[in-house]
């Protein structure tokens, strides 16, 4: 009376579908009740029999899985972060064959599922990643778009992990193309989608870029959007975030979603776009042939007692070596990668300026790695060689400025003291001028302590710059401004945004006031009344 399925097979991890087949069990019912069971035992074994049982329900019974569908949902998902690695597989599997077979039945365990299987992302074990993008695929084929929008924004957008991030985006593409634009544009967490956008395409990560733009592509013909985004960024900077984003489509040139490094092998490598912030993306692909032929045809000069230069073939040996460490899975080779790189700038700069940005995109994420040695080491290595290679780092500024202001709200003194240094280094040695762009439009975007950082190097770099250029100023920084003035409140908070702003705020302010004079208060004529009256109150306040 109480049989289990009367085909019982051990689930096989290199089978396509998880095994050879599931048969109908005689009692589904006690079948569920001992699935549960077996989930709670200690021994592995046991929750493999348990594993196995849901995916026979799923596949033959869902209708009795309905019944307890929190608590089976609860009790996979609990597995998934299992010790060995079988177990974990199986559940993960498991969780796409629960999507699969529930749908939409499925959508109150999204949240929570979405983040399990994201962290799964950046774990070492390249099956474990595999079996975890299949599923998110498989929750975002048969799950609400509505659901899985938010919950994968909220689980790996912020993610420190670049792999996270990347297959973050790819999914978020999936379920974009899903939605009509007038639902994305019109809901209640309209901003939180638009920031996402703007952050996905300024990532580190250049296959993040892409699915960033592919997704900016989808929306930005709506009627909506561009009053929209002016909302959250001014429209001058909309433009030409419009405009860059299209050229940079227009040669990506794909209909399907793709892989952004299996399918566009000789494809631009865009630098990031933030908000408020044009950025000219620079095709590395291109550079680089150019480069090899430029080596090649270069004439030999007469022997001297130097160093001759290194041959094409030999650097692009060079650049794949470093590549490869500093995108490696194992720590240590991720620390040898950020050493070699800094020998490199201190002995073969040459090689470091001419694939800057092919270089930077491989060591941008090593400066927010999950691992908080290499995250340290990678901005403490940073720091020095900011110095070296100096004006070089103009067309990496934007992804660079963005990662490093990312840790400024670390709770780890060492990653939180060498951003500051870097943030202090790259004022220091580059030309203020490139610098304001990225530090302007990262104020948005950042809350508490990393705010008020920014903030207050902002206002040093406006004294540096607006003598010879106010035109930037008056472009980048004013909208920062008024977006403080019309937002803040007397107590010197921004709604959900922690900490307190009123000294930095104060500090930009009477800076701008200090080097524009009265035409300051001329800009400020068309902002709101609060604004305005905010703006009196600093200023009449000295």
């Not at 929570?112 to 992302?121: A, S």
């Not at 639902?183 to 638009?194: A, I, N, R």
């Not at 900011?386 to 780092?393: A, E, R, T």
Request: proline content about 5%; some cysteine.
């Amino acid at each position: 009376a109480f049989s289990l399925p009367a085909t019982f097979l051990e689930w096989d991890s290199d089978s396509e579908n998880g095994g050879p087949g599931l048969a109908p069990m005689s009692h589904p019912e006690q079948g569920l009740l001992e699935a549960l069971k077996w989930l709670s035992h200690k021994d592995w074994e046991q929750k493999e029999k348990g594993l196995v049982s849901v995916r026979c329900l799923a596949s033959c019974h869902p209708e009795v899985l309905c019944s307890r569908l929190h608590d089976v949902s609860i009790a996979v998902t609990r597995e998934v972060s299992n010790l060995r690695s079988k177990v974990s597989r199986h559940a993960i599997k498991t969780l796409g064959d629960l999507f699969k077979a529930l749908r939409r039945n499925m959508d109150q365990e999204v949240e929570e599922i979405t983040r399990v299987l994201l962290h799964k992302i950046g774990d070492s074990n390249d099956f474990i990643r595999e079996e975890s993008d299949k599923s998110l695929g498989v929750m975002v084929e048969y799950g609400s778009p509505s659901k899985v929008l938010p919950a994968l924004i909220a689980g790996g957008v912020s993610h420190r992990n670049s792999a996270v991030r990347r297959c973050t985006a790819k999914h978020l593409l999936a379920v974009v193309g899903q939605l009509a634009p007038d639902k994305l544009l019109s809901g209640p967490s309209t901003d939180v989608f638009l920031r996402t956008l703007v952050k996905l395409i300024q990532d580190g990560q250049q296959d993040t870029r892409f699915y960033g733009r592919r997704m900016f592509s989808l929306v930005m013909a709506h009627p909506k959007f561009e009053q929209q985004m002016e909302r959250l960024i001014p429209s001058h900077d909309l433009r030409e975030l419009i405009t860059t984003v299209k050229q940079k489509e227009a040669s990506d040139n794909v209909s399907d979603v793709p892989s952004a490094k299996s399918q566009r092998p000789l494809q631009k490598s865009g630098v990031a776009v933030s908000a408020g912030v044009r950025v000219q993306e620079t095709p590395e692909s291109e550079q680089s042939v150019t480069r090899t032929a430029e080596m090649d045809s270069e004439p030999q000069e007469s022997p001297v007692p130097r160093r001759q230069p290194v041959r094409a073939a030999e650097v692009t040996e060079q650049l794949k070596e470093l590549t490869k460490l500093l995108t490696a899975k194992e720590y240590q080779n991720k620390m040898d990668g950020v050493t070699l790189l800094l020998e490199h700038c201190r002995n073969n700069l040459k090689f470091v300026t001419s694939n800057i940005t092919q270089i930077f995109d491989a060591f941008n994420p090593r400066m927010q790695d999950a691992n908080k040695k290499v995250n340290q080491y990678a901005l403490e290595s940073a720091a020095v060689m900011v110095p070296i290679l100096k004006d070089s780092l103009h067309h990496t500024l934007v992804p660079m400025v963005t990662v490093i202001t990312d840790n400024l709200n670390s709770k780890h003194a060492g990653i939180y003291t060498a951003a500051v240094r870097v943030l202090d280094t790259l004022i220091s040695s580059i030309d203020n001028l490139w610098l304001l762009q990225p530090f302007a439009g990262r104020v948005r975007f950042l809350s508490g302590r990393a705010m008020n950082d920014v903030t207050e190097r902002l206002s040093g770099l406006v004294s540096a710059v607006y003598p010879r250029k106010p035109q930037a100023v008056e472009r980048h920084v004013l909208p920062v401004l008024w977006y403080f003035l019309s937002n803040i409140t007397g107590n010197g908070v921004l709604p959900g945004r922690n900490g307190n702003f009123k000294e930095v705020v104060t500090k930009l302010t009477r800076t701008l006031h200090r080097v524009m004079g009265p035409s300051l208060e001329e800009y400020a004529s068309g902002q709101s009344q609060y604004a305005l009256k905010m703006l009196a109150d600093i200023l009449g306040s000295k």
